[in-house]
């Protein structure tokens, strides 16, 4: 991704794909941020969700401006499928930023979370306070290590609670993983978890005493399981919250999670740092 590291303008160089299924739209809000945000370069245009997918795998752009409501893949949809792209462990996924008509949900959502949002019409004065918490956060997520403390819904949740008030119902979360251990098939309660980590063709299912394998790839899992409970720490990973008995980091300065009832050490890719902040 094209950022800089400069002190003194952090990330006035990004770069940026817009998507929005209404044209006007659109250029509306490219030329605000060409007001505001001159040195930010537009490098694609989607419209809709599955355009702004692949845009995103092919230009690898710093940020995402998403509208939420958009035909076939929704922005909420399309901002899933970012999350759980394949990347090389020293790139960031790029920030998230939504376009949305206003939603007292939503916003309220927002005001929480991990990403920012622009409310129809984008506003000027609006899209100056966005792009200064924008870049602070592309700061951030580049030297976790200098990062201050705070708290902030991580991704995972925010796009499970956008999408469940969406679709008025809530979200059902697996509450049994059913395992091939050794000859065997068990059920394993999903509270007993502590992590699960994948590989080319199956997801390890971390017990303090089973070790399983399934064949469902983490970009499934995690959409099926309880976002509060487990976390996204790697584009492999998820690890049960109240099984982290700690967070390190190594000599490269990665951090590492260690696992109550468990000697194996999990890796935080650069992505999912900012969850841990001040560690």
Do not use: C
């Amino acid at each position: 991704m094209n950022t800089m590291t400069s002190s003194s303008t952090p990330f006035l160089a990004a770069r940026a794909v817009v998507a929005d299924d209404e044209r006007l739209m659109r250029d509306q809000l490219k030329a605000r941020l060409a007001e505001v945000w001159p040195e930010l370069s537009l490098v694609g245009e989607a419209k809709n969700g599955l355009e702004a997918v692949e845009l995103v795998q092919q230009l690898r752009p710093d940020v995402v401006f998403l509208d939420i409501r958009m035909p076939g893949m929704t922005g909420v949809q399309a901002a899933r499928e970012i999350a759980q792209m394949e990347t090389a462990d020293d790139e960031l996924l790029p920030e998230i930023v939504f376009i949305t008509a206003y939603d007292q949900y939503a916003v309220e959502a927002f005001e929480q979370g991990a990403v920012d949002y622009i409310l129809k019409p984008a506003e000027v004065d609006r899209l100056r306070r966005m792009v200064e918490r924008l870049q602070a956060r592309l700061q951030a997520r580049a030297h976790p290590e200098s990062a201050p403390q705070g708290s902030g819904v991580p991704l995972q949740q925010l796009l499970h609670r956008l999408a469940a008030g969406a679709g008025g119902q809530p979200r059902q979360y697996l509450k049994w993983i059913q395992a091939n251990v050794g000859a065997s098939i068990q059920m394993i309660p999903i509270e007993d978890v502590l992590f699960f980590i994948s590989d080319e063709k199956y997801t390890r299912v971390q017990t303090a005493t089973v070790e399983a394998l399934i064949r469902k790839p983490i970009k499934e899992l995690v959409d099926e399981v309880d976002p509060e409970r487990f976390w996204q720490i790697h584009r492999s990973t998820l690890v049960a919250v109240p099984a982290v008995a700690g967070v390190t980091r190594d000599y490269r300065g990665r951090q590492i999670v260690a696992v109550k009832g468990h000697a194996e050490k999990l890796e935080v890719s650069r992505s999912y740092a900012h969850l841990f902040k001040g560690m």
